[in-house]
């Protein structure tokens, strides 16, 4: 645990020691918003020799911040969101794309904007018992 995994045979993917998720939410009535902190923990990079560039492969916070409105009786809600809210970079690794893509997203900040809607039940005739519910 706590190794890139990159020369074990290829078949184990990153383990970091530590890696979580946190969030706040706030809720009231039609509206719903969520600050969340994603966690990553330092790992070796056992590619390398101790001292060289990419030996440890740094720790790495993202904040993402997701908005929801909900209206139409509650079947329709309006989503948006923005991830890696702060634009950090992912830590450097001695990997090919200079960052460990198992791990790590090379995207830095996102915006995303998004609709949903759950029809009626018996909307479309004799498929309605067809459709999952």
Not at 73 to 87: E, I, K, M, P
């Amino acid at each position: 645990m706590g190794f890139l995994n990159r020369s074990r045979f290829g078949i184990a993917r990153p383990i970091q020691q530590f890696k979580g998720r946190a969030w706040l939410n706030f809720s009231r009535d039609r509206h719903n918003a969520r600050l969340i902190a994603n966690y990553t923990g330092e790992y070796e990079d056992e590619r390398r020799a101790p001292g060289q560039f990419g030996e440890k492969i740094d720790r790495h916070v993202t904040l993402d911040l997701v908005y929801n409105f909900s209206f139409n009786q509650g079947r329709t809600r309006v989503t948006a969101g923005v991830f890696n809210l702060a634009d950090n970079e992912p830590p450097e690794s001695a990997h090919e794309l200079g960052y460990d893509p198992y791990t790590h997203s090379g995207l830095l900040r996102t915006w995303k904007l998004g609709v949903t809607h759950t029809m009626e039940e018996g909307t479309f005739g004799s498929l309605g018992g067809l459709l999952p519910r």
